[in-house]
């Protein structure tokens, strides 16, 4: 299995996208959130560039870990306005609606950033009405990750649907003589990135909220409710709960890694953490994200995060040049989990012997590339608070048996309770 890309190699395979000329020494700051394997990767990524392509033209780029994704927009919106921003903020989706509201954002249209050698789901992942909001780089899908050893020891293979999952919980699940539960089929409580899927892929594409999920214009209008979607997830959902083998928990990674769950919904750049929590206890499986029912053909959309533009220069472009370029998106892809940005990789024969080799990372390209594009994540004020109501009201319906109807309304007029909220508050805003 491959894991880390020594920063030895990156240096070496990346030496040969430096270009020629000169310009006066100049230092770009890049904010981010990447820990662990994100971390020494994109360092190595960092130096790399700045020990070839930086070198030849002069420019210097200087990573600053920031804290979680939500700390990175915090503290760009404190230094606003002041010369503390840095030139490029890594962010995830949470930071769209913001983002497209401020005035010292450059896009990526603005910087004149070449988009065209761009995968189109990532490209609309972040486009809004003011053109693509930031460039794609750590473009992620959600995954369902199965314990392979149970799923083979009980004759089964991955769910289809959410229906299907419920018919082998007893399969992949267990109980011990008195009737505790030892091993759970599944573990986790979806939030709003798993709803983007069971919600996003109903009927070939739904959206959360109008204006095609907040991306263009402010969002105004909760759609979850009139469209019959969250109840459709709903009652799906509480079937397989009421199977008695699912585990409500936002620990899904270590009650899986224990072996205490045979499946869980995680991000596909969780691969290398995935592969070492379980330190080869049991054989991993990916496969594709359960559908809510079978006319939920929509697939998944993109997820992670992109780099959003506070400068605007040619040392700027560079950077972002070489970061899309397909050597380095390769190794990102290869290293990471994440999906690569730039088109042309896709067809790259490198990545695809990767693929080949290592069917973990295979799962989420097939699955990206199987998806409808239009199914993108959704913006919208108070993401983290919606993101917790929308798990509080799947536990209210599933362990205190709340009225599904209820909770549907209930979770509705609260995301449009956050949406008049902000309208107001900008509402000079188209």
């Known amino acids: 299995m491959k894991r880390i890309i020594l920063p030895v190699l990156l240096v070496l395979a990346l030496a040969s996208l430096a270009a020629g000329g000169n310009r006066e020494e100049n230092t770009i700051t890049v904010w981010h959130q990447f820990t662990g394997v994100h971390s020494q990767v994109f360092d190595s990524i960092l130096d790399s560039f700045n020990e070839t392509t930086g070198k030849e033209l002069g420019v210097t780029v200087e990573g600053v870990y920031q804290g979680a994704a939500n700390d990175v927009l915090t503290k760009v919106k404190a230094a606003a306005g002041s010369s503390g921003l840095p030139d490029i903020a890594a962010m995830d989706a949470t930071s769209c609606l913001d983002m497209k509201m401020s005035d010292y954002l450059v896009t990526a249209d603005d910087a004149g950033i070449d988009t065209s050698v761009l995968l189109p789901a990532a490209v609309r992942a972040f486009t809004s009405e003011r053109g693509l909001l930031a460039v794609p780089f750590c473009c992620s899908s959600l995954i369902l990750y199965y314990n392979k050893t149970v799923f083979d020891e009980a004759g089964v293979t991955p769910p289809r649907t959410i229906d299907e999952f419920t018919a082998i919980a007893d399969k992949v699940g267990e109980k011990d003589g008195d009737g505790n539960v030892v091993r759970y089929a599944f573990a986790g409580t979806p939030t709003t990135y798993e709803l983007g899927a069971f919600i996003g892929a109903q009927k070939g594409l739904s959206y959360m909220v109008d204006g095609k999920n907040g991306h263009f214009g402010l969002p105004r209008k909760v759609l979850i409710e009139s469209d019959g979607t969250f109840r459709n997830f709903l ?187 902000y309208n107001r508050q900008n509402s000079t805003a188209q």
């Open 235 to 421: 009652e799906h959902w509480k079937a397989f709960y009421d199977t008695g083998y699912v585990l409500n928990t936002s620990d899904q990674m270590n009650e899986f890694a224990s072996g205490r769950a045979a499946a869980m919904l995680n991000s596909s750049d969780s691969i290398p953490s995935v592969e070492r929590l379980t330190g080869g206890r049991f054989e991993i499986g990916t496969a594709f994200v359960p559908m809510t029912d079978e006319e939920a053909t929509g697939g998944v959309n993109i997820g992670g995060s992109a780099l959003f533009l506070f400068t605007s220069s040619d040392a700027v472009n560079a950077f972002i040049e070489y970061l899309l370029s397909d050597e380095c998106q390769r190794m990102w892809a290869e290293s990471t989990g994440y999906l690569p940005a730039s088109a042309s990789v896709y067809e790259d024969p490198g990545f695809l012997s990767f693929l080949e080799e290592n069917p973990l990372y295979r799962t989420a390209v097939d699955q990206t590339l199987a998806s409808n594009p239009e199914v993108t994540g959704i913006w919208m004020p108070s993401g983290y608070q919606i993101y917790h109501t929308y798990q509080s009201e799947i536990r209210e319906v599933t362990e205190n048996g709340k009225d599904i109807d209820q909770a549907v309304s209930d979770m509705a007029a609260f995301i449009q309770l956050q949406l008049d909220d």
